[in-house]
């Protein structure tokens, strides 16, 4: 859907390498009813309508940031500044920009930081990844009809629309839209 | 010396990958794969495929990829030259692993973060 991988050669043998290195092969149990907390919640009203809706959206689109958790953030991020070169900004972290095949910036970028892990809660987990969507607020209210575990708060501002939910392992999964053709 | 141009992946543990795989594929749409993840294309502006990608994926709390760390995620970082990234990394005195990987799919290094965390360094083949 979102990487056809037969189309996409280069990237198709890194992902199997990937598989080769370091990731065990599993076979995906497919359509998985949500996660226990859908148990635990009535059906949604009209749910089989709203379920054709949700069969066309589009949902997540890629990696919009990686965020690490550290005990001494401060120290940590001058290492990576010092090491590895990454021009780490006040704010803690940096944006990398997606580049084309002749290294020029292209449109999107990853985010990456090191913080204290505050603004993880309420998982406790050492990292959280910012996922860019399409559409947050369809995305949203797609996961509670579903009977995610979708957290109150939503952000909307200069940078885009923020909204989080909560994975079966209690990581935080953070949903980003961002602005108009960033 | 360019180091870290991008991040090139994000990889986590799970205590059950495949419930978790399938909470992905089926809650946020991600095109799991069956070796446990996915590569998501850089795009540009129209949504064309740019350049690059960054890869994602799930794996075993079991496994021992991300070991000497114990951390359950791991980052991959886009080097430009990662023979003498490790070379400069060995020099300032970072703990960096012996193994060393070259193939088709490019050129891995590894390092250790000063709180325990695998840092995987990545040097794409030419033109990806």
């Not at chain 1, 947050?136 to 509670?144: D, M, N, P, S, T």
């Not at chain 2, 990889?11 to 990958?17: E, I, R, T």
Request: charged content about 25%; proline content about 6%.
């Amino acid at each position: 859907m979102l990487c056809d991988p037969a189309s996409l050669p280069g990237r198709q043998r890194y992902a199997l390498m990937r598989a080769r290195l370091c990731v065990s092969a599993v076979t995906i149990a497919t359509l998985l009813i949500c996660t226990s907390h859908a148990q635990d919640r009535p059906p949604a009203p009209g749910a089989s309508g709203e379920t054709a809706n949700n069969a066309a959206l589009r949902r997540v689109t890629g990696i919009g940031g990686v965020f690490i958790r550290a005990k001494d953030p401060a120290k940590l991020r001058a290492w990576y500044k010092t090491h590895l070169g990454i021009d780490v900004q006040v704010w803690g972290g940096t944006a990398f920009r997606w580049v084309d095949a002749a290294g020029v910036p292209a449109n999107g970028m990853t985010a990456w930081a090191v913080s204290n892990g505050s603004n993880f809660a309420p998982s406790n987990a050492s990292f959280m990844i910012n996922y860019r969507v399409a559409d947050l607020r369809g995305l949203l209210k797609a996961l509670r009809e579903e009977g995610c575990e979708v957290l109150d708060k939503v952000e909307a501002s200069e940078f885009g629309k923020f909204g989080w939910v909560m994975d079966p392992e209690g990581n935080k999964v953070e949903l980003w839209q961002p602005p108009e053709g960033k | 010396m360019k180091r870290v141009t991008g991040i090139g992946g994000v990889f986590f543990k799970a205590k059950d990958p495949k419930a978790l795989q399938a909470w992905y594929k089926r809650h946020l749409g991600i095109d799991v794969q069956d070796w446990g993840g996915t590569a998501f294309p850089w795009t540009d502006a129209e949504g064309n495929a740019a350049g690059g990608s960054t890869v994602w994926s799930i794996g075993s709390a079991e496994s021992d990829s991300f070991a000497p760390s114990t951390a359950p995620f791991m980052v991959n970082y886009r080097v430009a030259d990662v023979r003498a990234l490790l070379k400069a990394l060995r020099e300032e005195g970072c703990k960096v692993l012996d193994k060393f990987d070259d193939s088709e799919f490019g050129k891995f290094g590894w390092v250790i973060d000063p709180e325990g965390n695998k840092v995987e360094l990545w040097e794409p083949p030419p033109g990806q």
